[in-house]
């Protein structure tokens, strides 16, 4: 059973959200009720690995927090964008690493309670060091470090970064072996 749309108010649009009030009715009860939803054009998140098979995780200032999290380089797709192209891009201007191979490992919702972001991941390999192109605001240090550590900030709680989590974690236990 799915809801029926009544109407769609737009409040606001960004360039990278925009922010929609949908009035729906129960298709079972016939209740009217309001979802607050936000619109988003989706996202890659990558796995890049040095040559000795280190993990290139970045140290990301978030101004929306406040803080600097450890994460993995991630970016939003652009309108009509491939998501492996925008991975290849997003590598290397947060890293500075060009990546000679990317492999596709999943796909995922971030929030779908309010959030239509769909995130594309993807694994990084034959790298090649380029510089990086940090875009304006942008504040990023590169952190390379093994899987196991990786995991072990999970574990500790230094990684908060659910994009991060999910990736690392999801490498782990299903692909990691594969090489």
């Known amino acids: 059973m ?10 606001y649009e960004g360039r990278k959200i925009r922010l929609e009030i949908h009035h729906l009715e129960q298709s079972r009860t016939g209740k009217r009720l309001l979802k607050e939803v936000v619109v988003h054009p989706g996202a890659v998140v990558i796995l890049g690995f040095l040559d000795d098979g280190r993990l290139l995780l970045i140290g990301n200032r978030r101004y929306s927090i406040g803080q600097t999290l450890i994460e993995v380089p991630a970016g939003t797709l652009e309108k009509g964008e491939d998501p492996m192209n925008c991975a290849g891009r997003e590598l290397l201007e947060e890293t500075g690493y060009l990546a000679g191979r990317l492999k596709r490992i999943a796909s995922f919702f971030a929030s779908p309670g309010i959030l239509t972001e769909k995130m594309h991941l993807f694994a990084a390999y034959d790298l090649t060091f380029q510089g990086q192109a940090l875009e304006a605001g942008e504040e990023i240090e590169v952190i390379p470090t093994t899987l196991a550590d990786a995991i072990e900030l999970i574990r500790t709680g230094q990684i908060e970064d659910s994009k991060t989590i999910a990736a690392v974690l999801m490498y782990e236990r299903f692909h990691a072996r594969a090489g």
């Open 2 to 11: 799915s809801d029926h749309l009544i109407e769609k108010q737009v409040l």
